[in-house]
């Protein structure tokens, strides 16, 4: 086999080594989110670039389940958001592992459905 042939051949396994298991758990997470989703309200503490690049924009927000308070972050889509720190978003998060959650506004999207 020429070494060509065998550098695809690995390029291959290793795509599906990394990218699988990483596709798997997004599925998990918004299956579970769906069967064990709870929506409660966030507020915005932080409106900020992130992304390669800075290309992106993400809102960062704070919550509390049962007196724990989590923080994570989200999509903002700043043509049509206007979002301020301090506001209220909803969230839906996971009972049994409230750290995985995501705002309300990208459960709306056609990925989720």
Do not use: H
């Not at 795509?15 to 709870?38: D, R, T």
């Not at 989590?70 to 998060?93: C, F, H, M, Q, R």
């Amino acid at each position: 086999m020429s070494d060509f042939k065998l550098y695809i051949k690995w390029y291959i396994i290793g795509f599906f080594i990394i990218f699988v298991p990483i596709a798997m758990y997004g599925y998990n997470s918004k299956q579970n989110l769906k069967e064990n989703g709870v929506y409660t309200n966030a507020v915005i503490y932080k409106l900020e670039k992130c992304g390669k690049k800075s290309r992106n924009r993400c809102i960062r927000y704070n919550y509390i389940v049962d007196g724990v308070k989590y923080e994570n972050w989200g999509k903002w889509y700043p043509k049509s958001d206007t979002l301020s720190v301090g506001d209220s978003i909803e969230i839906i998060y996971n009972k049994e592992n409230p750290n995985d959650c995501m705002t309300k506004r990208d459960t709306e999207l056609k990925w989720w459905q």
